[in-house]
């Protein structure tokens, strides 16, 4: 067109040069799932270790708990002067210019370090891999920050693994009720994230949720229809027993 003058965009390999989009693709793809093998080898250390030392889903949480609060450091290089998390990349290997985000899971098992954002999404990531409902959360405590909501023994727990490290307080954010945390609102509607987590475990045994004498719970009955026939009504005919 005239009196317009178009610029190529251009890509760049890790090592700088000029390469084509689907080369940068490739090479990108490529460090995006060694990061996530390095991540996954050490998560699969950790699950395998507590799945064989712990039989409850509170002794479980505890163990993953206490892994975070013994071998986590927060990163003060990712916060500005005045605490608030900001961009802040880790290298990776022998990468140049491919770095990992400190906003992502990946930092808390490679590097042992991190802000609230990395912990909290490290930590529902491998709560869910031992099958325990786990969501991160945000909200405010005199700075943006982020923390954990359990589901055990069917009630919501908070877990605030950043502020435990961060205070050397192990005890004060370990499966707390919201008003023991202190003065912070959060971003999100606990009832939502409550009913998503039991959908979470019901799913799997295909039940569904209902409210009973004011509670959230769910129906005794799985309702998965076989040839339009609910599996509670064939279990009482005696049909389809497994």
């Known amino acids: 067109m005239e009196g317009f003058n178009s610029v190529e965009r251009r890509y760049h390999n890790d090592a700088g040069e000029v390469v084509s989009k689907e080369e940068k693709e490739r090479e990108y793809k490529k460090f995006l ?16 270790e507590i799945n064989k030392k712990a039989k409850t889903d509170k002794e479980k949480l505890k163990m993953l708990y206490n892994y975070f609060y013994n071998t986590m450091e927060y990163d003060l290089h990712g916060t500005d002067k005045e605490g608030y998390a900001k961009q802040y990349l880790y290298p990776f290997k022998n990468y140049k210019t491919f770095k ?22 490290a930590f529902a990531d491998l709560a869910n891999k031992l099958e325990i409902p786990c969501r991160q959360v945000n909200g405010f405590t005199g700075l943006q920050h982020d923390w954990n909501i359990v589901l055990i023994n069917d009630e919501i727990k ?16 370990f ?45 005794k009955f799985k309702t998965t229809n076989i040839n339009g026939i609910p599996i509670s009504k064939i279990e009482e005919n005696g049909r389809g027993r497994r």
């Open 33 to 48: 799932q060694e990061v996530e093998n390095a991540y996954n080898q050490k998560a699969d250390i950790i699950i395998s």
């Open 158 to 173: 908070h877990i605030d693994v950043a502020f435990a490290i961060m205070f050397h307080n192990k005890e004060g954010f």
């Open 175 to 219: 499966l707390k009720d919201f008003e023991e945390l202190g003065n912070r609102t959060i971003n999100s509607s606990i009832e939502d994230l409550e009913l998503a987590m039991k959908r979470q475990i019901w799913s799997k045994k295909r039940f569904t949720p209902i409210r009973r004498n004011g509670k959230l719970t769910s129906n």
């Open 100 to 121: 990992i985000d400190q906003k992502t899971k990946y930092p808390a098992l490679i590097y042992n370090k991190g802000v609230c954002a990395t912990f909290s999404k």
